[in-house]
């Protein structure tokens, strides 16, 4: 698989997917995710694309560490979110019990699934005790490149898999939606909300 790939796509279409997204409203899922947090908890934006949802977290009073692969999504996330958006790879995470809660939204889908499981550890680590992860996958079994970039797709079962794997979180909420951008009403996602054990 080549992550460089799926970041040079960011890269190179920056601006555009900045202004698909920026602007989308998510409160519902976003929060879905903020009532399972104590106010003002700490939150890792874990590929903020955008800079959409830190940028809420923020003004909600939460404290935001929002970190993406692609440098051009960096420079414009910080722009919109007034706050420093660290460059830094999925698979680079170190943080050890610093946050509350890690919001992954679209984001660790690009990585394959042998890769996803060690993220996914990584991200248990990242969380205080009995911290909270949401995010999201496009539904389905596809595994492999599409439109540029790679992509690993869930089903409810495959995910399932992917915790009994790793065993350090268990499923707190799943819920499939359509895609909120108007063009893409047809895609469906799965939505998950899981627990560090």
């Known amino acids: 698989m080549n992550s460089s790939?799926?970041?040079n796509y960011y890269d190179e279409n920056a601006e555009d997917f900045n202004a698909g997204t920026r602007n989308v409203d998510f409160q519902a899922t976003q929060q879905r995710f903020l009532g399972k947090l104590v106010p003002g908890s700490t939150i890792l934006d874990f590929g903020c694309g955008s800079g959409r949802d830190t940028k809420y977290?923020?003004?909600q009073g939460y404290r935001v560490t929002a970190t993406d692969g692609s440098e051009e999504l960096c420079r414009l996330a910080s722009e919109h979110t007034g706050t420093e958006v660290k460059h830094m790879l999925f698979q680079d995470l170190e943080d050890i019990e610093i946050y509350e809660g890690i919001w992954a939204c679209s984001s660790i889908l690009h990585l394959p699934y042998a890769q996803l499981r060690d993220v996914l550890v990584k991200m248990a680590r990242a969380l205080k005790n009995g911290g909270i992860v949401y995010t999201s996958f496009k539904y389905g079994t596809f595994?492999?490149?599409r439109n540029?970039?790679?992509?690993?797709?869930m089903t409810e079962e495959k995910f399932e898999n992917l915790l009994q794997e790793t065993k350090v979180f268990r499923l707190e909420d799943q819920w499939i939606t359509s895609d909120v951008r108007p063009e893409r009403g047809e895609e469906k996602w799965?939505?998950?909300i899981l627990r560090k054990i």
Do not use: S, V
């Not at 540029?148 to 797709?153: A, C, Q, V």
């Open 5 to 7: 790939k799926t970041i």
């Open 57 to 59: 977290f923020l003004e």
């Open 143 to 145: 595994e492999g490149e």
């Open 148 to 153: 540029g970039r790679y992509f690993t797709d």
């Open 190 to 192: 799965l939505n998950i």
